[in-house]
């Protein structure tokens, strides 16, 4: 097992990325492209090798490429010549060998052409029942791929376990207020480790965190009113929290994102300015979705007005 993933960046045109799909990432193995003459070198250890699993269509055929002692990657196996020893089988498993050890299987990231409805009926038909969604906004993933929903138009967030499309209200209900059981227009949320929900509600100007199997929620960032001081939020879209417990909004008409540690009455600028639109490097303009990544170190803010994306 791998215990960390070192990205190189690679010389790729050296490789012939024509017609091929990228299907995986297979760390500590090997490298597949469609040209069989590439000898890649690593300026590293042979053991931290990034394989890249590329499905030809012209012609189907896979080439893999290995890596030996001296840090280079060279040609192995070709799928439509030696098939026993790399294959792709109907479950869309990739199946390699590794230099000195024995068969690898990694699943391979392939996505069907027609998707699944896991909650709501698709049809265009919104509804309240557990089994349909109006306007559905936020997305979140649980453990055991739980899927979390911020059902904006009918303020309540919604959760759907594996195989069911029948949800169970989690937060919120069917009534729209701003008692501390009620959401208004919730838009975004976010799930933590314990099943705790973040939800951003939206005009109520607050987030709101629901613990697990709770019958109501707690104010977690901003005090309910709308306005620029450090414990207002206005117009809030975007919302992301780290594995400490901080709060991340982005509080969009006041061109800021804020972040509210776990317990404060107030929050703190981490970017833009309070009431300033702008482009500068030090400026937003109606930022809307967050992302942390995950050793809390970039913040990404979908900078909508000025077109980027800074972090």
């Given at each position: 097992m791998v215990q960390s993933v070192l990205l190189f960046i690679l010389t790729m045109n050296i490789i012939n990325m024509g017609y091929t799909e990228l299907v995986d990432f297979i760390f500590n193995g090997a490298y597949v492209s469609t040209n069989s003459s590439v000898i890649i070198t690593y300026n590293d250890t042979c053991s931290e090798c990034i394989c890249q699993g590329l499905l030809s269509s012209v012609p189907p055929s896979y080439v893999g490429l290995n890596c030996y002692n001296n840090k280079t990657c060279v040609l192995f196996t070709n799928y439509s010549s030696l098939s026993s020893m790399i294959q792709v089988n109907l479950n869309s498993t990739f199946i390699f060998i590794q230099q000195q050890s024995s068969l690898q299987n990694t699943s391979a990231v392939s996505f069907p052409l027609n998707g699944v409805t896991i909650g709501g009926y698709g049809n265009s038909t919104g509804g309240n029942a557990n089994n349909t969604l109006q306007n559905p906004w936020g997305l979140a993933i649980g453990a055991n791929n739980t899927v979390y929903v911020a059902d904006y138009g009918n303020a309540r967030v919604m959760k759907f376990q594996v195989g069911s499309s029948t949800g169970s209200i989690v937060a919120g209900s069917t009534t729209s207020g701003s008692n501390i059981n009620q959401l208004k227009n919730p838009a975004e949320i976010s799930v933590d480790a314990n099943s705790n929900i973040y939800v951003n509600d939206d005009f109520n100007y607050r987030v709101m965190l629901w613990r697990k199997n709770a019958s109501f929620g707690v104010i977690a960032a901003g005090n309910a009113s709308s306005g620029a001081s450090a414990t207002q939020i206005s117009q809030s879209v975007g919302l992301?929290?780290?594995?400490?417990?901080?709060?991340?909004?982005?509080?969009?008409?006041?061109?800021?994102?804020?972040?509210?540690?776990?317990?404060?009455?107030?929050?703190?600028?981490?970017?833009?300015?309070?009431?300033?639109?702008?482009?500068?490097?030090?400026?937003?303009?109606?930022?809307?979705?967050?992302?942390?990544?995950?050793n809390n170190s970039y913040l990404y803010i979908a900078d909508q007005r000025n077109y980027r994306i800074p972090r």
């Open positions: 992301t929290v780290d594995s400490q417990g901080n709060i991340y909004v982005s509080d969009t008409a006041n061109h800021r994102v804020m972040k509210w540690a776990p317990n404060a009455t107030a929050g703190i600028v981490v970017a833009g300015q309070t009431g300033v639109a702008g482009s500068a490097n030090n400026l937003l303009n109606w930022p809307y979705g967050l992302y942390l990544d995950e």
